[in-house]
Every structure is written in structure tokens, then in C-alpha cells.
């Protein structure tokens, strides 16, 4: 009966977490859970947000170029440059003073 009682406490020797050993992690628990308990709460802090909160409050909007309509475009357009004529199988074998 004595052996079921102190068997748990032997079994703490090879106890190891986080290479504390049984001792370390219950002081540690102890400590943190009945000691010291705090309750930590987590507070963004966006930079860019309150940066941009005087603009946001003011209503400014990014303004966008207008899109031309497709006749402004017509009218507007620079015509194509012509193509150069391809130069036909026999006159690639020429050489370049008789292409001419």
C-alpha cells in the first residue's frame, strides 16, 4: 500500500517538459495560475490607421482620371505607321547592293 502511494512521486524524477523538471513545472504553475494570476488582453496598434483617420474623418476620396469615350479616341488617334514590305525568298539570297 505504501508502494501505490509514493509510486506517482518516483515517477516524477523522470518527469521532464520543456527541460523543467516536476518540481520546476509545478512552482511554475503555481506562480502563474494562484500567485500572480493577470488577465492579458492584446490591443492592436495599426499605424496606418491612425494615420489615416484625419482624412477619414474629413471624407477625402482619391480622385480618379475620367475615362475617354471610345469617339474621343477615334478622333484623336494617331494613325499606324505602314508596314515595310517583306522581302520575297529570291531576293534574300541576293546580296544587300544588288536588293537594291
Known sequence: MCIL???PFAACGFFSYHSMTAEQLLW???KS???MPKRLVFRSDCLYYQIMQPAMAEGCKRRRKKRANKTDKAQTAKP???RRNRMKKN???KAPEARQ
Open 5 to 7: 502511494g509514493a509510486a
Open 28 to 30: 511554475a504553475w503555481i
Open 33 to 35: 495560475e494562484i500567485l
Open 80 to 82: 499606324k505607321p505602314k
Open 91 to 93: 531576293e534574300m539570297t
